[in-house]
């Protein structure tokens, strides 16, 4: 068995919930985003971030903007939409709940 597919999977499994977290207080582009993941030890590559982006745009939960930059190419700016607050407060219950039973699981003596 391969452990770190199994850690990578684990990872996986919660990018989108930790991206829509990352933009519920404010909007950030994508190397802002990716900054936050990388600075809470969630290791993830650009590859990864931006279909799952668009994905995200397209299902109606993110919207963006573009804003010229003084230091390079215009920047794309995501925010959350009305339905990506409901979608990310749906998914932070069932994180909560997640957490809890694994943490009870985990826990057993």
């Known amino acids: 068995m391969n452990i770190e597919n199994t850690k990578a999977q684990m990872r996986k499994g919660v990018l989108e919930f930790c991206i829509l977290s990352v933009l519920k207080e404010k909007?950030?582009?994508?190397?802002?985003?990716?900054?936050?993941l990388k600075n809470a030890k969630l290791l993830v590559v650009e590859g990864t971030v931006y279909p799952l982006l668009t994905r995200l745009k397209n299902d109606g939960l993110l919207?963006?903007?573009?804003?010229?930059?003084?230091s390079g190419p215009p920047r794309k700016y995501y925010e959350l939409t009305e339905l990506g607050k409901t979608f990310l407060n749906e998914l932070n219950g069932t994180w909560t709940e997640l957490s809890d039973a694994?943490?009870?699981i985990t826990n057993q003596k």
């Open 27 to 36: 909007e950030a582009y994508t190397s802002e985003i990716l900054d936050t």
């Open 63 to 70: 919207n963006y903007r573009w804003e010229e930059s003084t």
């Open 102 to 104: 694994v943490t009870i």
